[in-house]
């Protein structure tokens, strides 16, 4: 579950760490046993939760091996700058889009698409005990529709790009 305070401070404590929330600091917690929410009267937040079987096998993919151990996060998230701001901006919009009944949530490829985006915010945000092995990349070999796919972003990076055209000079389906 990932926390934005709109309103107020919250605190949480999950086996014996504290946590503090507010405006410009997120909280990031896997509810559990032993873990609390402490609000202050006035607080006002916002809550998406994602299923942790879903991140961890965006995790598993994208590590291209099985978890040995279940992903854990850090709790505070700095919403201020890099990813973290990028995925505090899709939260922000994916709970507007939850309040109309003809958006996201309403279409189940866009709402897919979606879950995989905060997915890879996600992991790639929030520091985790996986994240430098995330950051370090995969040691094998690059294949060769990876590399072309590469090339024409490189050279295109200045248009606006869709799927379909960087899997066309891949030679390659979007799906790959």
Same mark, same amino acid.
């Given at each position: ?7 107020? %401070? @919250? ?5 014996? &760490?504290?946590?503090? *929330?507010? /405006?410009?600091?997120? +909280?990031?917690? =896997? ?13 006002? %937040? @916002? ?5 942790? &079987?879903?991140?961890? *096998?965006? /995790?598993?993919?994208? +590590?291209?091996? =099985? ?13 201020? %700058? ?95």
């Amino acid at each position: 579950g990932f926390t934005t305070v709109v309103r107020g %401070r @919250m605190t949480l404590v999950a086996n014996g &760490a504290h946590a503090t *929330g507010t /405006l410009d600091r997120g +909280l990031a917690c =896997r509810m559990g046993p032993g873990t609390r929410i402490l609000l202050s009267d006035d607080s006002l %937040r @916002m809550n998406v939760f994602l299923k942790a &079987a879903e991140v961890e *096998g965006a /995790l598993e993919h994208m +590590l291209d091996e =099985r978890l040995r151990e279940p992903l854990v996060f850090g709790h505070e998230l700095d919403w201020s %700058r890099g990813l973290a701001a990028s995925l505090k901006g899709q939260l922000d919009f994916v709970m507007c889009e939850f309040r109309r009944t003809d958006g996201i949530a309403d279409n189940p490829v866009s709402l897919a698409s979606m879950t995989d985006l905060l997915c890879t915010l996600v992991l790639r945000a929030i520091p985790h005990k996986y994240t430098a092995r995330l950051a370090a990349g995969s040691a094998g070999a690059v294949p060769a529709y990876v590399r072309r796919a590469e090339e024409f972003m490189r050279t295109h990076c200045a248009e606006p790009i869709r799927m379909a055209q960087v899997a066309a000079a891949a030679g390659c389906s979007v799906r790959t």
